[in-house]
């Protein structure tokens, strides 16, 4: 390791430094596949909820979980994750991770059961917890301080370029294969991931690891899981009082305030609850949750209206996402450029009002609507997202010593997983109640049995009007009409959740952050503000 002079932080040392970008490039290899996998799902959902032999025959209800799993696992062990990269070693941690992720991918391939895939999901989630936290920490951990809000802004992009790629690939998988191969396409990428790692990754640690929390964390999963289970609960029963929904959300809320109450109180938590009293770190997880909270409950109802409602194929549906993509690639690489002219503020403000006026673009999609308002609308959508990631990733952390990039990354990513959890959660509850009760009158005239059934979803009363022949003819139009109001109103609620998005990032972020991962706490100053960040390397 290089010594550095007397008054400074040691500098990162001149052979990682020398192949920091190719680092990089090997990092976000395996960012694409663990974030690219959350949407390629979304597009395979319709094919999954067709019944056996083509798919698996699951309801909207096993899709939400076969979502969630996955979150709730990544979410829920970000922090002991963060916390393990930190204590033995982030390579170790990425290699295990990516390890357990593509054991996860060939099981939930092979899955012959809505329950077998929701199960192996969660072994995604698990392996990708470790993924990660990782992959931004060894970047604060190779770039210099002036080289790391750009590599961020990389970083932050391709995470946005995979949740928009995610479907065109899987669109092509599902045109040429079965659904298991939106999954198994993960094991040769994993396996070439790891042979590049090994060779280029350097290994770095914490000096100073936290202790691990495992009644924090089992708090926080209990808390989670619960909350979400009684929020989907009631969006299948459409009724958030009955007894198997409200009671999960009661045992949800409570863990949650027991896990903050305990994490204030123990000397080593698995989340710092101290750090939020920094307002800048506070606004910008805050307002990261709310994006994917809304983008994730709108990603949820997008496919079905690409599919169901407009006839699209898999494949078709997934390349009507290109615009998204395209704007992640023309504008998050240079969002730097704006935040440097503009600042973090105006940035990130701008960019949640561009997410919330693609939401209310949703308002003018019909069932005859021309395909290209959709398009529009996803352009303006990247646009958005890729002004507001890099910027408040940036934020988080820059907020924090570079020795606990670990954990700050951990937090940046369980903000994002919970929000986009609590998304397909809550926005589905939401669309599922919505549709049930404009569907309502026309099921009728159906036998109980059938009409429960049929009100699940749009996919589930075009099953069976097709069934019925003649007879359910008319059962088709008015659930596709039904589905495209439910859609506005979830469209309604993103774009206000978005809305308080962005007074929360006018009000309350500052207008210019310092460069991340500089050593120690607290803002910089004087000599500190000028000294090289710290970096402890082992052995690759």
Known sequence: MTTAPA???????????????????????ALLVVVLDSSILNVAMKTIATPAPVGLGASQSDLEW???????????????????????????????????????????????????LIAFRAVMGLGGAFVMPATLAII???????EQPKAIGIWAGAVGLAIAIGPITGGLLIEHFWWGSVFLINVPIVVVAL???????????DPNPGKLDPIG???????????????????????????????????????????????????????????????????????????FFALMGVSFFGVFYTQSVRGYSALASGALMLPLACAQLIFAPRARLVVDRLGVRATCSGGMALIAL???????????????????????????????????????????????????????????????????????????????????????????????????????????AQSMGPKGAGLISPAFDSFVHAMHVVASVSAGVTLVGVVLAWFFLPARIAAPGRPGAGAPTGAEAEAAPAVQPTKA
């Open 7 to 29: 008054g400074t932080a040691p500098r990162v040392p001149e052979a990682i430094h020398r192949r920091r970008w190719a680092i990089l490039g090997t990092l976000i290899l």
């Open 66 to 116: 076969a979502i969630n799993s996955y979150t709730l696992v990544f979410a829920g062990l970000l922090f002991t994750s963060g916390l393990l990269g930190d204590r033995f070693g982030r390579k170790k941690t990425l290699l295990t991770g990516m390890l357990i992720f593509g054991a996860g991918s060939l099981l939930s391939a092979l899955a012959t059961s809505p329950g077998e």
């Open 140 to 146: 604060m951990n190779v770039f210099e301080r002036h």
């Open 195 to 205: 042979v590049v790692m090994t060779l280029l990754v350097p290994d770095s640690r």
């Open 217 to 291: 964390v089992l708090l926080s999963i209990v808390g989670l899981v619960a909350l979400i289970y009684g929020i989907i609960k009631a969006g299948d029963l459409a009724d958030i009082t009955a007894t198997q929904a409200w009671v999960p959300v009661a045992i949800g809320v409570l863990a949650l305030a027991a896990f903050v109450v305990y994490e204030k109180r123990i000397e080593h938590p698995a989340l710092n609850v101290s750090w939020f009293r920094n307002k800048a770190f506070a606004t910008s997880v805050t307002v990261i949750g709310m994006v």
């Open 358 to 464: 693609a939401f209310l673009g949703y308002l003018l999609l019909g069932r005859t609507t021309p395909i290209w308002v959709l398009e529009v609308i996803g352009f303006i959508m990247g646009a958005g997202m890729a002004h507001v990631m890099p910027p408040v990733t940036v934020a988080i952390m820059g907020s924090l010593p570079r020795e606990k990039a670990g954990a700050g990354s951990a937090i940046n990513n369980t903000f994002r997983q919970v929000g986009g959890s609590l998304g397909v959660a809550v926005l589905g509850a939401v669309l599922s109640t919505s549709y049930r009760n404009g569907i309502a009158d026309k099921l009728a005239p159906l036998p109980q049995p059938l009409r429960d059934k049929a009100g699940e979803s749009v996919e589930a009363t075009v099953g069976i």
